[in-house]
């Protein structure tokens, strides 16, 4: 029924907005940016086109699989077809243009009409998308050697993926031609530049419900991101609903029946970025960070006495508690349940802002530090916590988990198992350069992720995504093998003041940017011009369903946010 | 039928949170502030409360109009049902709590069912709310006088809508009892400390939807704000479809077609708000801000010449030519239709920013400036242009029109006619502080609204409300006779960075605040008590439907926001 309801469109008499055809320049007037028109966002990395078009029928158009398929590439050929004829939830209306003066077959650009998108799968598909997976995609529609045709191939069921997010955003509407739908002949070879591209969902400091982790997937596989880090539990409150500890959220969540991840909600979290290329890692913040926790796992923090040695009042904790033998067991039975929940063997352990204060002042950690002979060095405490942890995890997971933690423990001078991948996010706010804190933390040849240039949650009035699409992994001073060490970056969005009221549009468009920088080649770092593409893709956002901010001040999209 | 599933989920068991139970001090864990229940915002005059409650029932309630009535007053009969018992536009489900132990009956502070609220109107309804416009009201439920009964009584039915929003709030769900819909026995005599409580919204900058719109003026009402003043044009776009001149928006909106306001419309938006009690004040800002003017109506602008005389491209315009009879003519005949299009006499005239750069070299006006003998002094061309400008629209409309404009008039000495009210806006962001602003304004003995220190559109990091709580319009050095002038003032929301998408949840809780400042005595000014009252509130606002940012850091409502 909608299919039918597009096609009605075409020939609504619809005449044409002067605005729309002068293109303006000058800044206090009319729009401040003129959008491109069928670009993609990121840059591929390399891209010919043609001005020879292809017009799209809603009621003909199929994706055709040719090569090897599985229920990712099923899929996505319903979601793209969705996605480029029915964008939007809310069955808003579609674009709508006068009918061209002449039949659009006699437009001297005009190719045919295209019916088909052949999807060329070359291997077996993977089952889950991992830290290794293959990501490249060729499209190629009308090249000498596909004339007529248009293919996209991958050797990877999820270079097929990031190609069919390609070829929906070369779907454009012609006020030109006054077709709905149409493409360009285009050769497109294209490759990420990192392996790991990010965003860092916090649902602890506010709940966001499961529609809301959704849309912000959605939003990653449009922006060709592959991973969703997400923290899960801080001290403000642990939503994750434990299977074997299900008291930790029983008492620990803002509230244990609505505010809570269950089992379910989590693999279906997992399942729905599954099926668009995006890992999901979770968070579990230790030994820090973990006030939540305490309430519903007696005996896990640690009891903070003063400095003459008397008890605080009883509700005042410290980090966890790591002289307690039954912690160790608590967290390899919790962390197993984690490895077998979340299918990435990257588990974040967090490890950031860890205070010693309750430790310093407890008599039996005081005790363990003597026996130690550890004086008053109680990043040797912190060392054996990580020991321990590091080790109890792998037995559980017969060596099979990962880990992924806060720069601090290099900061520290703590030893990760090897295969640890580092998070570096200070710099910028804290004294040293992020380009200062790269330098450091590669030194010590653990794999590394960039998260300093990229706290959306920090905003400010005006044009300010230019900061992050400027911010550069590479540009610190290191040798060729410290860069190597850098696999990517993620964008975070710390949820002290946002929660799913307006996570979506204080995140987005922003986090394009940082998508593109982690996407395309070093050299594609114009603002003047990704500007002009940034427009394009935030009003393709909107058009498909979601909030997305305006991002260069006074414009409009020719559909509008109207819920 | 939804009254039907309201009525069941009484009896679904959900057990307590203890996260609801423990009222949380420690900032660093759980949520932050702890809500009020039952509070009203803004804060009343005077309100005495009891802890004898009543329990009102859905299927049962009513309001029973016993005084007056009128359209006013049937809708907001039936829009306040909605509001108490089935907030929210997405059918959300409501709150449910565990049955009561006990049958609510026994409870010690059970009074009675309360199956009635009774409006009594005591004189005849106003068809259109007025810059006079009383909106005193008192709400008696179970005083001595008015025993097991709920009363709100007023002389207007500007009040009575007041007090039917501040009925609606004293409605709450309890925990400790398990009642979804009770209300405590209170008095409350309740006015505004001032009559112009407003909202600038400018849908120049980014074109707003009617949908948008709406929302906005509900979220006015729901906190007793009276003025809806919309910013309809400026530089960027003329989005105001006229009768007598389309093609101005033809040709000076964004798109003639899907971004403007036809005079349906602006009927809409105008009685939407009547029926709330608010104010809608078109703002048509001249003689500068008005590139978008003209485009479609030639001749309008003062064609720009450079220092050497010569004619500057052909697209570079400056302000309104004043010195060309013919734009008097038309600005008769537009602000005419304005009058007859918007009910209210007063029009914002804007006035603001006007630059004299083209002015200067035009030879017309270079030759008007000397034939009049005003030498290089152009505030003497702005007092002509406003001069005519004021000439011609009281002739118009038989002397019934009236002005508010920009505070530069006042700062260029620029006379304006009796009755003028001059919104300061300066001050803070422009050397001077909005004290010494309103110092000087006042001293002109025009009225004077304030709204430098509410410009929420500039955005920051943080907690950020306290500052627009705590401004103070009436703290300036000034005599009585100048405090009097003051009848208020507005938040604003300048467009540029912000449109349909985020526009709510950027402007409110924000808003709630202007809104109390000028609402409540001045002596309501302690932001760690208003922060717990602000807490219910935007969970309350959410809970109605709209996207009410968090206002107060790491917190929940029990329901969030989940479209």
Same mark, same amino acid.
């Given at each position: 029924?909608?299919?039918?309801?597009?096609?009605?469109?075409?020939?609504?008499?619809?005449?044409?907005?002067?605005?729309?055809?002068?293109?303006?320049?000058?800044?206090?007037?009319?729009?401040?940016?003129?959008?491109?028109?069928?670009?993609?966002?990121?840059?591929?990395?390399?891209?010919?086109?043609?001005?020879?078009?292809?017009?799209?029928?809603?009621?003909?158009?199929? #994706?055709?699989?040719?090569?090897?398929?599985?229920?990712?590439?099923?899929?996505?050929?319903?979601?793209?077809?969705?996605?480029?004829?029915?964008?939007?939830?809310? *069955?808003?209306?579609?674009?709508?243009?006068?009918?061209?003066?002449?039949?659009?077959?006699?437009?001297?650009?005009?190719?045919?009409?295209?019916?088909?998108?052949?999807?060329?799968? /070359?291997?077996?598909?993977?089952?889950?998308?991992?830290?290794?997976?293959?990501?490249?995609?060729?499209?190629?529609?009308?090249?000498?050697?596909?004339?007529?045709?248009? +293919?996209?191939?991958?050797?990877?069921?999820?270079? !097929?993926?990031?190609?069919?997010?390609?070829?929906?955003?070369?779907?454009?509407?012609?006020?030109?031609?006054?077709?709905?739908?149409?493409?360009?002949?285009?050769?497109?070879?294209?490759?990420?530049?990192?392996? %790991?591209?990010?965003?860092?969902?916090?649902?602890?400091?506010?709940?966001?419900?499961? /529609?809301?982790?959704?849309?912000? +997937?959605?939003?990653?596989?449009?922006?060709?991101?592959?991973?969703?880090?997400?923290?899960?539990?801080?001290?403000?409150? #642990?939503? %994750?609903?434990?299977?074997?500890?299900?008291?930790?959220?029983?008492?620990?969540?803002?509230?244990?029946?609505?505010?809570?991840?269950?089992?379910?909600?989590?693999?279906?979290?997992?399942?729905?970025?599954?099926?668009?290329?995006?890992?999901?890692?979770?968070?579990?913040?230790?030994?820090?960070?973990?006030?939540?926790?305490?309430?519903?796992?007696?005996?896990?923090?640690?009891?903070?006495?003063?400095?003459?040695?008397?008890?605080?009042?009883?509700?005042?904790?410290?980090?966890?508690?790591? +002289?307690?033998?039954?912690?160790?067991?608590?967290?390899?039975?919790?962390?197993?349940?984690?490895?077998? +929940?979340?299918?990435?063997? %990257?588990?974040?352990? *967090?490890?950031?802002?860890?205070? %010693?204060?309750?430790?310093?002042?407890?008599?039996?950690?005081?005790?363990?530090?003597?026996?130690?002979?550890?004086?008053?060095?109680?990043?040797?405490?912190?060392?054996?916590?990580?020991?321990?942890?590091?080790?109890?995890?792998?037995?559980?997971?017969?060596?099979?988990?990962?880990?992924?933690?806060?720069?601090?423990?290099?900061?520290?001078?703590?030893?990760?198992?090897? *295969?640890?991948?580092?998070?570096?996010?200070?710099?910028?706010?804290?004294?040293?350069?992020?380009?200062?804190?790269?330098?450091?933390?590669?030194?010590?040849?653990?794999?590394?992720?960039?998260?300093?240039?990229?706290?959306?949650?920090?905003?400010?009035?005006?044009?300010?995504?230019? /900061?992050?699409?400027?911010?550069?992994?590479?540009?610190?001073? *290191?040798?060729?093998?410290? /860069?190597?060490?850098?696999?990517?970056?993620?964008?975070?969005?710390?949820?002290?003041?946002?929660?799913?009221?307006?996570? !979506?549009?204080?995140?987005?468009?922003?986090?394009?940017?940082?998508?593109?920088?982690?996407?395309?080649?070093?050299?594609?770092?114009?603002?003047?011009?990704?500007?002009?593409?940034?427009?394009?893709?935030?009003?393709?956002?909107?058009?498909?369903?979601?909030?997305?901010?305006?991002?260069?001040?006074?414009?409009?999209?020719?559909?509008?946010?109207?819920?």
């Amino acid at each position: 029924m909608n299919v039918l309801l597009l096609v009605f469109c075409f020939v609504a008499s619809v005449q044409w907005a002067p605005s729309e055809a002068v293109p303006f320049v000058i800044p206090w007037y009319g729009r401040w940016i003129v959008p491109t028109v069928g670009e993609v966002w990121p840059k591929p990395q390399q891209q010919t086109s043609s001005e020879t078009f292809f017009v799209l029928r809603p009621t003909m158009f199929q #994706f055709q699989v040719v090569g090897e398929r599985c229920d990712i590439i099923d899929e996505a050929v319903r979601r793209y077809y969705q996605i480029i004829f029915y964008p939007g939830e809310a *069955g808003r209306s579609p674009l709508s243009y006068p009918p061209p003066p002449t039949p659009i077959q006699e437009h001297p650009q005009f190719r045919a009409f295209l019916d088909a998108v052949e999807i060329d799968l /070359k291997q077996p598909c993977e089952y889950l998308p991992s830290a290794d997976m293959l990501e490249s995609y060729n499209i190629k529609i009308d090249t000498p050697d596909n004339p007529l045709k248009a +293919t996209i191939t991958s050797d990877s069921v999820w270079g !097929i993926l990031r190609g069919m997010e390609t070829l929906s955003q070369l779907v454009y509407s012609s006020a030109a031609t006054g077709v709905a739908y149409q493409m360009n002949a285009t050769e497109i070879t294209d490759f990420p530049r990192f392996s %790991y591209r990010g965003f860092m969902m916090d649902t602890a400091r506010h709940y966001m419900p499961l /529609k809301t982790i959704k849309k912000m +997937t959605d939003l990653l596989a449009q922006n060709k991101m592959n991973v969703l880090h997400w923290h899960l539990t801080d001290d403000a409150s #642990f939503p %994750y609903e434990s299977t074997l500890f299900p008291n930790i959220s029983r008492y620990g969540s803002f509230q244990p029946f609505s505010h809570i991840y269950t089992a379910n909600d989590v693999r279906e979290v997992i399942e729905y970025a599954r099926l668009r290329g995006i890992r999901v890692i979770p968070e579990f913040d230790s030994p820090d960070h973990t006030q939540s926790w305490g309430l519903g796992q007696p005996r896990l923090l640690t009891e903070c006495y003063d400095d003459n040695g008397i008890l605080k009042v009883p509700d005042e904790y410290g980090a966890i508690m790591p +002289t307690r033998e039954e912690n160790y067991v608590f967290l390899q039975q919790f962390f197993g349940e984690i490895f077998n +929940t979340f299918p990435d063997p %990257y588990v974040h352990m *967090g490890g950031d802002e860890v205070s %010693y204060y309750c430790w310093q002042r407890h008599p039996e950690i005081k005790a363990f530090m003597a026996a130690n002979g550890w004086g008053e060095d109680y990043t040797k405490l912190e060392q054996y916590y990580f020991d321990r942890l590091t080790a109890a995890t792998q037995e559980i997971t017969q060596n099979q988990m990962r880990y992924i933690v806060w720069q601090e423990l290099l900061d520290l001078n703590i030893t990760l198992p090897t *295969g640890t991948v580092v998070e570096v996010w200070k710099g910028d706010y804290e004294g040293l350069s992020f380009n200062e804190e790269l330098a450091r933390v590669t030194k010590y040849g653990y794999q590394t992720i960039l998260a300093s240039p990229w706290y959306l949650n920090y905003i400010s009035y005006g044009l300010d995504w230019e /900061k992050y699409y400027l911010a550069e992994p590479l540009d610190f001073d *290191g040798s060729e093998a410290q /860069k190597n060490l850098v696999i990517g970056g993620e964008a975070t969005m710390w949820s002290e003041y946002v929660d799913s009221v307006s996570v !979506i549009p204080r995140t987005w468009p922003r986090a394009c940017t940082v998508a593109e920088r982690l996407w395309s080649d070093r050299s594609v770092n114009d603002t003047a011009l990704a500007a002009l593409r940034l427009e394009e893709h935030r009003c393709r956002l909107l058009r498909r369903g979601f909030m997305v901010d305006p991002s260069n001040g006074v414009n409009f999209c020719e559909q509008e946010w109207d819920m």
